[in-house]
T-cell receptor, first 110, second 115 residues
Framework: AQSVSQHNHHVILSEAASLELGCNYS??????LFWYVQYPGQHLQLLLK??????LVKGIKGFEAEFIKSKFSFNLRKPSVQWSDTAEYFC????????FGQGTTLQVKP | DTGVSQDPRHKITKRGQNVTFRCDPI?????LYWYRQTLGQGPEFLTY????????KSRLLSDRFSAERPKGSFSTLEIQRTEQGDSAMYLC?????????????FGSGTQLSVL
């Protein structure tokens, strides 16, 4: 069965710290991977996506993610987080519909 | 507002009552999805439509749940004989025809509380 696993449930960082959120997927077909973000009180919105080509994809607000096929991973990174990055982050794989991981709550302390 | 809209934003009901939620997708989008999200979890797929056809329904979905999209535009999700375990945020999303660059646009959701 298709699934997405996010290793970190709750991450607390200080501003300017580097961020890496883990995501592993299980799916045998062509892989289309996504990271969505949900800021407090707002709806889910797309952060970045991978379909093919360069395994390092860049998204909005300085986020990037690297697709490593051999590890079935699609980790999200940001070199220096800001307080405004406080949000919930969801990794997802597209299998005809989006299958989401359980999410990681990121809290950035000013 | 040209995004996905959901109504109502909040619904409180008593156990055993029926509830219906509405979703209006982005006008040119022909795919419409329903998800359910509980606290601390990611959105869980419920069902999706391409135009008016319901293409897939989660096996986890009870027979008490039914969704329609009669004219291929707005959709309704009905829960019959609600249970406390149905309390969750119900999310609707829409997208253009299942292309490889699939991007879902989400609504703000309907928060259901079953007392």
């Amino acid at each position: 069965a298709q699934s997405v696993s996010q290793h970190n449930h709750h991450v607390i960082l200080s501003e300017a710290a580097s961020l890496e959120l883990g995501c592993n997927y299980s799916y045998g077909g062509t892989v289309n991977l996504f990271w969505y973000v949900q800021y407090p009180g707002q709806h889910l919105q797309l952060l970045l996506k991978y379909f093919s080509g360069d395994p390092l994809v860049k998204g909005i607000k300085g986020f990037e993610a690297e697709f490593i096929k051999s590890k079935f991973s699609f980790n999200l990174r940001k070199p220096s987080v800001q307080w405004s990055d406080t949000a919930e982050y969801f990794c997802a794989v597209y299998t005809g519909k989006l299958i989401f991981g359980q999410g990681t709550t990121l809290q950035v302390k000013p | 507002d040209t995004g996905v809209s959901q109504d109502p934003r909040h619904k409180i009901t008593k156990r055993g009552q029926n509830v219906t939620f509405r979703c209006d997708p982005i006008s040119e989008h022909n795919r419409l999805y329903w998800y359910r999200q509980t606290l601390g979890q990611g959105p869980e797929f419920l069902t999706y439509f391409q135009n008016e056809a319901q293409l897939e329904k989660s096996r986890l979905l009870s027979d008490r749940f039914s969704a329609e999209r009669p004219k291929g535009s707005f959709s309704t999700l009905e829960i019959q004989r609600t249970e406390q375990g149905d309390s969750a945020m119900y999310l609707c999303a829409s997208s253009l025809d299942g292309q490889l660059n699939e991007k879902l646009f989400f609504g703000s959701g309907t928060q259901l509380s079953v007392l």
